[in-house]
């Protein structure tokens, strides 16, 4: 169908709805690249960042007008792609020229797991990662499919559009090549009648500067075309009444210089009528200040004239995707198929806040004493659904097959449920700084975190969790309420330390925290209370010699070879005390600053093993992915530290999608050369797609901890599975 006979079609279509109808809006949508016509819905396509390998899937949104859209599959990936680089990106989603069929086609890379600028464009994949599907719903395994010529270092955002005149594909998309030492990006493209073959590549756009993220769009009289220019860092806008041109630059695109916006889509928000033209939206996202898509109308495309939108939502920050107009029932079938349903597990040996959803599957974590052969999740009601199997199941052999069945009579779902023991976290819930003691009153460990899940870190109260094993926790409630229990403070009760200290009249605890920036201690005779502030903090001003920071994060530790005390506390800085006797005090004339280097920012624990000190640390922001821990030695309490070459302790992996590893404590078997490190990170698998917000969603795990001959400690990978049980000598 040439141009001027599509056009005439639509205008056809839009005329007589009736006929319209009897045509198919499949086929409408199928002949128009414009999508000029009277959708009844969209679907959008993307990926949500590089925080981690999840983030660079593909996510489903879907909307009514094209302006408010909602995440669809609990805002978790609908397809994923383990081939290749293991992570896609530009997602472009289109419709066969015959309306049968769905292709999805992708950038092959991942930036969570490897974030080398030079391999990606000089080494990176020749291919693009390809779907297809008849219903937007089931969809193909992933292929890989090499587009690139062989000299080309990557194959990025690539599209695709019907060329009417040769009856085949164009697919095009933006490559490096060695001839030129992978100086710039230019527009390449081939062609395709399967998606499964294609022709031999081309270059379609060079110019003087590099190019990137090219779309195309017809309105039913001209091709338009928006591009990036990298280097300018800007979109151009070209216009002709053929796919393969001449292309032409429409002047004065008002867009034109607008610096930091990359990934352009553009659809009709608002078919045309008799009275008015169609309304254009084309959204560019700025990923130079990471906020997503911003949209842009215009009811002229050839005036390149656009004004922002408004009145525009998105669920979460969308990155370069696209958009494709649905039928009614298209958009119903997606709808159904995707729309959220939660299956939320109530047995007390799940861990709810840790389930990993993907299209069709949950992993279910349990503690490690789980019986699979007869385990129950005891899953909430799903609102308008039937649930079965029920009852006890056994999960021994592998997953289990559960049919969700609509009331309504619509169509039915399957999810096949994994159960999987893992040991981290070892306690339930948001919980953060964990502090650890082996109590030789009780014989049992004691753990004391910060609680967590409060936006700003506002919570008050602190609890303790016991346990025989390092894996088993009891929570003993909440031992300390900074309303109720503390004169000084009410608010921010953060990262506490305690010791216990054996006296002639018994053991006593010292449990010194955080209370609105200063520190304070109180004391009980059981390593769960009850407590007793002192009513006072002990540290409510930064120290001399320290520049800047709050007064936070104590540790508190007795030197084996001495007897003394000391209290280590201080944020951006380090500083220390010698304690008074009474342990409700330190001795101001004993402070002094012993911050190791740039890398310090919080969080500090000491230990002593085989006749050195040890100091941890956390660097960055809790907020931050790359929260991790670093260590010196020392000879003496006092320093001076000395930092090893190599002094990383343990930090993200983002093959395992864990982040933010810090802020720990470290414990020792007593009697034994065993020490584990009990440390947050982002809740998994959620966290990394908070953003900040993963910061107030920490979680604490236990990974076990070793050294070298010489005393270095060995690099810790963080994991999901835990340690097993400590069996604690007789």
């Known amino acids: 169908m040439c141009a001027d006979q599509l056009q005439k079609t639509l205008m056809m279509l839009l005329q007589f709805p009736l006929l319209a109808a009897a045509t198919g809006l499949a086929m409408m949508l199928a002949v128009s690249l414009s999508q000029a016509v009277a959708a009844d819905g969209y679907l959008f396509v993307t990926f949500k960042g590089q925080q981690g390998p999840m983030d660079e899937q593909i996510y489903f949104a879907i909307s009514k007008d094209g302006r408010n859209w909602t995440a669809l599959n609990n805002g978790n990936p609908v397809l994923v792609s383990k081939l290749g680089e293991k992570g896609v990106r530009d997602p472009f989603l289109l419709r066969s020229h015959d309306g049968k069929k769905f292709y999805l086609i992708a950038t092959d890379l991942s930036w969570a797991l490897d974030r080398s600028v030079s391999r990606s464009i000089r080494a990176g994949s020749r291919s693009l990662v390809i779907w297809e599907s008849t219903d937007l719903v089931q969809w193909s395994e992933p292929r890989l499919v090499a587009v690139a010529p062989e000299e080309a270092g990557c194959a990025w955002a690539p599209e695709a559009v019907y060329d009417e005149e040769t009856g085949d594909y164009l697919v095009f998309w933006a490559s490096t090549t060695k001839g030129d030492n992978f100086a710039k990006h230019r527009i390449w493209a081939a062609r395709t009648k399967d998606f499964q073959t294609f022709g031999a590549p081309f270059i379609y756009i060079e110019r003087p500067t590099a190019v990137i993220d090219t779309t195309i769009i017809y309105d039913g009289h001209s091709y338009y075309r928006f591009t990036k220019d990298e280097k300018f860092k800007v979109n151009t806008l070209e216009t002709s009444p ?100 939660d299956l939320v597990p ?44 029920s009852g006890p199941q056994d999960f021994s052999a592998g997953p289990v097959a559960y049919t969700l069945t609509p009331a309504d009579g619509g169509p039915t779902r399957t999810v096949k449920v994994t159960v999987e023991p893992r040991n981290n976290p070892v306690i339930t819930g948001y919980f953060a700084d964990p502090e650890t003691i082996y109590s030789h009153k009780n014989k049992r460990f004691y753990l004391y975190p910060t609680t967590d899940g409060v936006v700003d870190w506002n919570g008050s109260v602190f609890h303790a969790f016991s346990s025989e094993n390092l894996v088993d926790w009891k929570d003993e409630g909440v031992i300390l309420d900074l309303g109720p229990d503390v004169s000084w403070a009410d608010r921010r009760a953060w990262a506490p330390c305690i010791i216990e200290k054996e006296t002639p009249s018994g053991y006593r605890y010292y449990y010194y925290f955080c209370a609105d920036q200063k520190i304070g201690v109180a004391t ?207």
């Open 524 to 730: 009980a005779f059981d390593p769960v209370g009850p407590f007793k502030d002192s009513g006072r903090p002990i540290v409510a001003s930064r120290p001399p010699g320290a520049t800047g920071g709050q007064q936070i994060d104590p540790a508190v530790f007795r030197d084996p070879k001495t007897g003394k005390y000391y209290l280590y506390w201080g944020n951006n800085y380090l500083a220390v005390a010698e304690l008074s006797d009474d342990m409700l005090s330190i001795k101001e004339e004993t402070t002094r600053i012993l911050t190791p280097d740039k890398t310090f920012r919080e969080g500090v624990t000491v230990f002593f093993r085989d006749g050195r000190y040890y100091f941890l640390w956390s660097e960055d922001d809790t907020r931050s992915e790359n929260y991790r821990v670093r260590y010196a030695t020392a000879s003496s309490p006092l320093g001076p530290l000395e930092i090893p070459k190599d002094n990383l302790v343990i930090a993200k992996d983002p093959a395992a999608g864990i982040f933010a590893t810090g802020h720990n404590s470290v414990i020792q078997v007593p009697g034994r050369d065993e020490w584990y490190i009990v440390y947050h990170r982002f809740n998994y698998p959620n966290g990394i797609g908070m953003g900040r917000d993963a910061g107030y969603h920490r979680e604490v795990c236990v990974d076990r901890m070793d050294f070298t001959p010489d005393g270095a400690i060995r690099r810790i990978m963080p994991t999901l599975a835990g340690i097993q049980p400590v069996r604690l000598p007789r």
């Open 242 to 341: 053929k796919l393969m041109g001449p292309w032409t630059d429409i002047p004065g695109f008002s867009l034109g210089s607008l610096h930091g916006y990359e990934g352009p889509a553009c659809y009709t928000i608002d078919a045309a009528t008799p009275a008015k033209p169609a309304t254009w939206c084309l959204i560019l996202d700025h990923y130079a200040e990471g906020s997503g898509y911003h949209p842009f109308v215009t009811s002229d495309l050839a005036s390149g004239q656009f004004a922002p939108g408004d009145g525009f939502t998105f669920p979460f920050h969308f990155r370069h995707g696209s958009v494709l107009p649905l039928t009614a029932d298209e958009y119903r079938r997606v709808e159904q198929a995707f729309k959220p349903l």
């Open 346 to 389: 109530t047995a007390s040996e799940a861990r709810p806040i840790n389930v990993e959803t993907s299209p069709g599957s949950v992993l279910l974590p349990v503690q490690h004493n789980t019986n699979l052969r007869a385990f129950d999740p005891s899953f909430a009601q799903v609102p308008g659904y039937k649930l079965s199997p």
